[in-house]
């Protein structure tokens, strides 16, 4: 199983790059392949909501020439996700929100005219990593469900989500573990 694991922090060395480590473990120790793409060492513009408000996204694709497509591309070769944002504001970072903003307007669209989209029906798990307070943790990890309740048809039945996590300053120390448990678990399918 080849799953991609998405980061957002410009720090590599903080607590979103160690919740991505422990994912990788976790996804290696169950002998799949993890993918690993750090959004901000990518190009990756922010959507300019074309025309109306719908560019050619609503056919799938987008007309921002960057690192955008490439890892859009990637996706449809991965059989799973697992989404590490540092809590920013109570929500996921700017480079998770650019990246994902763009994503769903190519997406989600897709997903409800056609039979599918590249990321729909494949697990995922969302980690939301915070800092410092911890508030906004939560808040933070509904808003990520909200996103791939969009990329999943809008359908809450069948979406094949597969964990939400949070990690404040008082829990990374066990909750490193949890990630990569809930990773080994989401390759063996369990
Ligand atoms: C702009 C900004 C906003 C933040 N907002 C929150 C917040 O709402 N709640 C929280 O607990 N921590 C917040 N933090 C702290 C980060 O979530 C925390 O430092 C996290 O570990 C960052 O990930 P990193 O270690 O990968 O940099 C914020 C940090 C920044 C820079």
Redesign the pocket.
């Known amino acids: 199983m080849r799953i991609m694991v998405i980061t957002g ?3 590599t060395e ?4 160690s919740c991505a480590t422990a994912a990788k473990k976790g996804i290696e120790k169950g002998n799949g392949e993890a993918i690993m793409v750090r959004l901000n060492d990518l190009n990756i513009l922010k959507c300019e909501a074309c025309d109306q408000g719908w560019g050619i996204c609503l056919g799938g694709t987008c007309k921002l020439e960057d690192d955008f497509e490439k890892v859009h591309e990637a996706m449809d070769e991965a059989d799973g996700y697992v989404v590490v944002t ?5 929500d996921m970072s700017e480079s998770v929100k650019t990246f994902f903003d763009r994503l769903r307007r190519c997406e989600a669209n897709k997903s409800i005219r056609e039979k599918g989209n590249k990321i729909q029906n494949k697990p995922f798990i969302c980690v939301a ?9 939560l808040s933070c990890l509904a808003n990520m469900e909200r996103l791939f309740l969009h990329l999943n048809k809008m359908d809450y039945t069948n979406m094949p989500r597969f964990d939400y996590i949070g990690v ?1 300053q008082t829990n990374k120390s066990y909750m490193l573990d949890s990630i990569e448990a809930s990773a080994f678990n989401m390759v063996k399918g369990e």
């Open positions: 922090s410009p720090n903080g607590l979103t790059e540092p809590v920013y504001f109570g990593a915070a800092g410092g307070s911890g508030n906004g943790t404040t």
